[in-house]
Nanobody, 123 residues
């Protein structure tokens, strides 16, 4: 079983930075892909970034130059460092875990999800 708990969301002004954390438990953390998604009410959950078990990362084009995903296996934690935030980044951000390692960009590829943390970027 994998449990994920996100934290670090909040209200920031455009151009600001925020770091999200995802504390994970269970065997999947070190062996599978960890991802970040975001969702605006009424819209589909959108891929943001992920990191494979071996370290390779992948980003959505919309965040590629601004966000950085990382993982600290010793702390069982995944991070999403967000910089140069824009109002369109406003969403609930979810941490997700896959039991397998791959470059997964669809929510269906992830079996475990955190509760989400709200990120609001004001103009």
């Amino acid at each position: 079983q994998v449990q994920l708990v996100e934290s670090g969301g909040g209200l920031v002004q455009a151009g600001g930075s925020l770091r999200l954390s995802c504390a994970a438990s269970g065997r999947t953390f070190s062996s599978g892909t960890m991802g970040w998604f975001r969702q605006i009410p009424g819209k589909e959950r959108e891929f943001v970034a992920n990191i494979r078990s071996g370290g390779p990362t992948y980003y959505a084009d919309s965040v590629k130059d601004r966000f950085t995903i990382s993982r600290d296996n010793a702390k069982n934690t995944v991070y999403l460092q967000m910089t140069s935030l824009k109002p369109e980044d406003t969403a609930v951000y979810y941490c997700a875990a896959s039991s397998q390692s791959g470059r997964y960009t669809y929510p269906s590829s992830y079996a475990y999800w955190g509760q989400g943390t709200q990120v609001t970027v004001s103009s």
